[in-house]
């Protein structure tokens, strides 16, 4: 257990479905990420939330649509998906402060775009 | 920040120390130096860091070069438990909260 964590685990939908991922932290960070992992590919940063603020943008697609309504929660939400964004979303948090810090993960949600 | 070279692959034996190597010839003097490693299809798991010293705790060791250039995390007694792909990443605290990972080093450990 890390105090991250993500629902669902797994997922399986549409390509015209809408659906949500969430995720929550519960360790009083104030930024909180969004990676994409592809099979057999590097972890992809997606999004950046420090403060509840967007700071990062990654060039991801506007069918994802990342939300942070506070501190704990950030959400992620598809729209008309491709299946080439089938994948393993994780989403961490940290405590942001000078110099160092380091980053705790969820488990992930596994996501089948069909 | 600074790119890292890992080996793509390495094998230990239960038991014994995995030693895993980490070039960052091109690190500055403000970056850090962090592990993670991946067991498959979790999220990542921070391990250590450091910036100049060798550090150690629950988990690792780290053991930095005096020229900053490579590292290596020391798993003293490596368990099945630790079969894993190990990255090594390097970041300064002025480029954003953010970690690029790469391929990094699966590890295999061997009953």
Same mark, same amino acid.
């Given at each position: 257990e890390t #105090? %991250?964590?993500?629902?669902?685990? =797994?997922? %399986? &939908? #549409? &390509?015209?479905? /809408?659906?949500?991922? /969430? *995720?929550?932290? =519960?360790? +009083? =960070?104030? $930024? &909180?990420?969004?990676? /994409?992992?592809?099979a057999k590919k590097p972890l992809e940063l997606m999004f950046v939330y420090s403060l509840e603020e967007r700071v990062e943008n990654n060039s991801v697609p506007s069918r994802f649509s990342p939300e942070c309504p506070n501190s704990s929660h950030l959400f992620l939400h598809l729209h008309t998906l491709q299946p080439e964004d089938s994948a393993l979303y994780l989403c $961490?948090?940290?405590?942001?402060?000078? +110099?160092? @810090?380091?980053?705790? @993960?969820g488990p992930g949600t596994r996501l089948t775009v069909t | 920040d600074a790119k890292t070279t890992q080996p793509p692959s390495m094998d230990c034996a239960e038991g014994r120390a995995a030693n895993l190597p980490c070039n960052h010839s091109t690190i500055s003097g403000n970056e850090y130096v962090y592990w993670y490693r991946q067991i498959h299809s979790q999220g990542p798991q921070y391990i250590i860091h450091g910036l100049k010293n060798n550090e150690t705790n629950e988990m690792a060791s780290l053991i930095i070069t005096e020229d900053r250039k490579s590292s290596t995390l020391i798993l003293p007694h490596a368990t099945l438990r630790? !079969? $894993?792909?190990?990255? *090594?990443?390097?970041? !300064?605290?002025?480029t954003g909260n953010?970690?690029? @990972? +790469?391929? #990094? !080093?699966?590890?295999? %450990?061997?009953?």
């Open positions: #105090g %991250v964590t993500q629902t669902p685990r =797994h997922l %399986v &939908m #549409g &390509m015209t479905n /809408k659906k949500s991922l /969430k *995720c929550e932290q =519960h360790l +009083g =960070h104030n $930024a &909180m990420y969004w990676y /994409k992992q592809s $961490a948090s940290s405590q942001e402060s000078r +110099g160092q @810090f380091e980053q705790y @993960f | 630790d !079969t $894993a792909v190990y990255y *090594c990443i390097v970041r !300064t605290s002025n953010q970690f690029y @990972f +790469g391929t #990094g !080093t699966s590890l295999t %450990v061997i009953p």
